[in-house]
């Protein structure tokens, strides 16, 4: 059983940057394919940028891409999402994944087995 516990997340004015933290406990991490998804209030649970387990192969979400940077370090038990160029549009919880398949970049959420518990990232004036 994994346990992920985000971090990182808090108020950021537009065009501002911010860099959230998963970290991972209770197995290997280096086992698991990797993601990081966001919600607003009423709205489904989206896919926001995905890694493998070595780091060789990422994944974005086209409204991201440029702005954000996923990566991991495996020694650390830690995943990141680097945001640059925040937008109102990025507010939302974010929610880092873990994908017991090591190799897939699934966009799906049914694709991931162990979810965090969530950071509230808000972006405003």
């Known amino acids: 059983q994994v346990q992920l516990v985000e971090s990182g997340g808090g108020l950021v004015q537009p065009g501002g940057s911010l860099r959230l933290s998963c970290v991972a406990s209770g197995g290997f991490f280096y086992n698991y394919a990797m993601a990081w998804f966001r919600q607003v209030p009423g709205k489904e649970r989206l896919f926001v940028a995905g890694?493998?387990?070595?780091?060789?192969?990422?994944s974005y979400a086209d409204s991201v891409k440029g702005r954000f940077t996923i990566s991991r370090d495996n020694a650390k038990n830690t995943m990141y999402l680097q945001m640059n160029s925040l937008k109102p549009e990025d507010t939302a919880v974010y929610y880092c994944?873990?994908?017991?398949?090591?190799?897939?970049?699934?966009?799906?959420?049914?694709?991931?087995?162990?979810w965090g518990q969530g950071t509230q990232v808000t972006v405003s004036s």
């Open positions: 994944a873990a994908d017991r398949d090591s190799l897939r970049l699934g966009i799906q959420r049914y694709n991931y087995d162990y």
């Open positions: 890694i493998t387990w070595g780091g060789s192969r990422t």
